[in-house]
């Protein structure tokens, strides 16, 4: 399997953030893993974005890694050929789950990861680390590596999913991205994605949206100062899902509607990027 994926370009917040000082990933992940957190998604123009961030509290910190502080990632979900996954997202089902391979660009780390839904509706995140090194493509190993096979069915079963036997689940969708990451002095994150692009992994359906920034605050379930800001500026959360969105984007027969209001969204960026939220 090869990757059809282009790789995100180079464009992202990073001259917006060059003025906060940087932080190194591995004082951001003893601080702020929040692998069990609350997830709050917001759909800002590029405009919007820039005086968000303008805004950030005092004491503010961005993750720099080598010299760099916007990253590549290429996300390849997996869902089976009936949709499984996209159907549980579509029907808001207590037992929903994600699967996906995720490429560090700029590292070159590959790991699966499962996204489910904990106590207090907490998103929690497993993963497992892919050697890149094995194989042609890290992504095979899902397919032909009897442990990782194995590591995905322990975790899903663990987090209540009921059984899936992995060898049902496909590449379906590819998402990239560029993402930068700041922490608050409250220890939450928020991340900020542009440059998002959608592909369907037979290459027949895809679009890429450099009208719009996602803004992501993460937290221990409390809404932190970002919210709080973003709130008292018109913005809320929204529903957006960079997997189901983008399935319902590319495949208008898709069921939609919980997604309705959101692709109005992102189709009125499009026309017009001035949007003040």
């Given at each position: 399997m090869t990757t059809t994926m282009l790789t995100p370009t180079v464009a992202s917040m990073s001259d917006t953030l060059s003025h906060l000082p940087s932080i190194g990933l591995d004082h951001l992940n003893a601080v702020a893993s929040l692998q069990q957190r609350c997830d709050r998604k917001y759909i800002l123009s590029s405009q919007a974005a820039d005086h968000f961030l303008a805004h950030l509290p005092e004491n503010t910190a961005v993750l720099e890694i080598e010299g760099k502080l916007g990253f590549g990632y290429d996300s390849t979900y997996l869902d089976t050929g009936d949709l499984l996954c996209f159907g549980l997202a579509a029907t808001r089902r207590r037992h929903r789950f994600k699967v996906r391979v995720r490429h560090y660009c700029d590292s070159d780390q590959w790991w699966l990861e499962v996204k489910t839904q904990g106590n207090r509706g907490l998103t929690v995140k497993d993963r497992l680390p892919l050697d890149g090194s094995l194989t042609t493509d890290p992504r095979d190993r899902l397919m032909n590596d009897s442990l990782v096979a194995g590591w995905l069915a322990a975790t899903l079963a663990a987090r209540g999913i009921t059984p899936v036997a992995t060898h049902r689940l496909l590449p379906t969708l590819e998402a990239a991205y560029r993402r930068s990451t700041v922490l608050l002095p409250d220890g939450s994150r928020v991340t900020v994605d542009t440059n998002l692009a959608w592909q369907s992994h037979d290459n027949q359906r895809s679009d890429q949206l450099d009208c719009l920034?996602?803004?992501?605050?993460?937290?221990?379930?409390?809404?932190?100062?970002?919210?709080?800001?973003?709130w008292s500026h018109g913005a809320r959360p929204a529903r957006i899902s960079k997997y189901a969105t983008g399935m319902a984007w590319l495949t208008p027969k898709l069921a939609d509607n919980r997604w309705h209001r959101t692709l109005t969204r992102l189709h009125t960026l499009q026309e017009n990027n001035n949007d003040i939220v």
């Open positions: 920034v996602i803004v992501e605050t993460k937290t221990t379930g409390h809404a932190c100062a970002a919210d709080v800001w973003l």
